[in-house]
C-alpha cells in the first residue's frame, strides 16, 4: 500500500503485524532515490513488493535512511541493503556500529520485547561497515540537481535519532521525535522509551523542526500530522504534561505507568478495542513510563569527584 504524500514524496505502509496504518517508510524520487526508513523485518516483504510496484528495480535504490536504530524504524536495513546492493545506508553516528553488528542491540530487544521480538518484529540482519554512511548534523544527502535531504540531529527520543528535512517537497521526516499519532486512534502521544529518551533533548529538538518551518511532517507511526506549523508546539506540551505526571509519582514512590495510565487513557475512551491494542502494542504506558524512569533516576543521580553517587 502507497500513496503520494508530497511532491516526489511516496509513503509505503509496510504493515507491521499486518495492521495498517502503523509504520510507514517514504521513498523520496529523484535520479537517486532515498528510502526513509524501512520498517522492522518482518515488514520487508510487504516495503520490497511496494517498491516493485513504484519501479525500483535491485540497481535503482541510492540510499537507505533510517531516523534511528529502533527495530520498527531500521530492523528491515540489512535485508533492504541486500536487495538494493548499490544503496549507501545513511544513519546517525551513535547508531552505525549497532547496523554493522547488530548482536547487541537485538540482544537488549529481546530483553524488553520477549516473543515479541520474533512474532511482531523479527530481528536486524548486520550490513557491510563500507556501505555505511554516517550522517553529520546539517549533512546533505543528494537526491538530485539541487534536490537533497538535510541532516537533524534530534536526540530526546534517542540518542542516535535525526530527522531529514527534503528541499523539494518540504516535508519533514521526524521519525519517532514528534511522537506517535495512529489516523486510527487520532491521539498525538509521547514516545519515551528508555534508555536514552530525555526531556530537554526532546524539547531542543522540537524547536529545531519547527525553525526549519516546513511543509509538512511525516511521522514513522503514522503518515503526515494535522496543523504541522502547531504540532511541534503541541507536542512539547504533551510531553511536558506525561512528564509533570511521572515525576509526581516518581517523587512519590508510586508506579509511574500506574499515573501516566490514570491520568491519560481518558484519550482513547472513544477508540475501539482494536485500534487500541495497535497504540498500546506500538506505543504502551508501560514503554513510556520505563522512559521516564530511566530519565528521572538518572537527572537526580549526580557522581561526585571521588566517584561516589548522590540520590535525592
Known sequence: ???????????????????????????????????????????????????????????????????????????????????????????????????????????????????????????????????????????????????????????????????????????????????VRLPDAGVLRPATPPPDFDLEQAVTSLAKFAARRPTGIALAHYGLVPDPETVCEEAEGILRSWAEVAERAWQAGEDIAEALAAAFSYELDDVPAEHREKLETLNGVHSNAAGFRRWLDTRHTHTHGDGTTHTH
Not at 540510499?63 to 520498527?72: E, Q
Not at 544503496?87 to 529481546?110: C, F, I, M, Q
Request: proline letters at 4%; hydrophobic letters at 40%; zero cysteines.
Open 1 to 179: 500500500m502507497s500513496d503520494r504524500i508530497g511532491d516526489g514524496v511516496v509513503q509505503i505502509d509496510t504493515l507491521l503485524g499486518g495492521w495498517t496504518e502503523v509504520t510507514a517508510g517514504y521513498l523520496v524520487e529523484g535520479p537517486a532515490p532515498v528510502l526513509v526508513e524501512t520498517g522492522s523485518q518482518s515488514s520487508v516483504p510487504q516495503l520490497l513488493a511496494a517498491l516493485a510496484e513504484l519501479g525500483i528495480g535491485a540497481n535503482d535504490l541510492a540510499g537507505i535512511a533510517v531516523t534511528h536504530i529502533h527495530l520498527d524504524h531500521a530492523g528491515g536495513v540489512g535485508d533492504v541493503a541486500r536487495a538494493f546492493p548499490n544503496a549507501t545506508v545513511y544513519v546517525h553516528e551513535k547508531g552505525a556500529r549497532h547496523l554493522a553488528d547488530p548482536s547487541k542491540l537485538v540482544n537488549s530487544a529481546a530483553m524488553v520485547y520477549g516473543d515479541l521480538l520474533d512474532s511482531l518484529y523479527g530481528r536486524l540482519d548486520p550490513v557491510e561497515a563500507e556501505r555505511i554512511h554516517v550522517l553529520q548534523d546539517g549533512e546533505d544527502i543528494e537526491v538530485g540537481p539541487g534536490h537533497v535531504l538535510t541532516t537533524v540531529d534530534s536526540p530526546g527520543h534517542a540518542k542516535h535519532h535525526l530527522a531529514l528535512h527534503d528541499s523539494n517537497s518540504g516535508l519533514l521526516f521526524v521519525g519517532d521525535a514528534v511522537g
